[in-house]
């Protein structure tokens, strides 16, 4: 992908950004809120536009996707499954091998100290598995 295409980069921040005006609602606000908290905790991440309108953040690696719903705002972790959660963030998809979500409802707020910790964990497993692959090529 170039920085021209739209799912990727500065086309797919706008997009994001969009996505979030366009809820004009607690569930934008959200969305922005933890958007924020993901670029807190890495300054290089990639903001990517997939599967015809998911937010998906990106570090060696997909981190996380950013879903709106009626009822909530689902950020889905791609390996979830592998990431220590002592604050209990993880309420959502559960029973998988490889995914964890977090679900916030109106009115909830997630512990952003916590949410950032797990973001920087997403990465250092991804970075891992990076440079796993590489030593054995």
Known sequence: ????????????????????????????????????????????VLEEWKWMGTP?????GILCTGESYKDKVKL???KG???KDPARLF???LD???RRAI???????????AFK??????????SSRKSSKKAKS
Request: net charge negative.
């Open 91 to 93: 309420n959502a998809s």
């Open 103 to 113: 679900d916030i409802h109106e009115g909830e707020e997630v512990d952003a100290s």
């Open 96 to 98: 998988g091998n490889a």
């Open 56 to 60: 998906v953040w990106s570090h060696d």
């Open 1 to 44: 992908m170039t920085k021209s295409d739209p799912g990727q980069g500065q086309a797919a921040s706008e997009l994001i950004s969009k996505r979030i005006a366009d809820l004009a609602d607690w569930r934008g606000e959200t969305l922005g809120r933890m958007r924020k908290l993901i670029k807190e905790a890495d300054p290089d």
């Open 76 to 78: 889905t972790f791609a």
């Open 81 to 83: 499954a592998s990431l």
């Open 117 to 126: 910790t797990l973001v920087r964990e997403a990465i250092a497993l991804n």
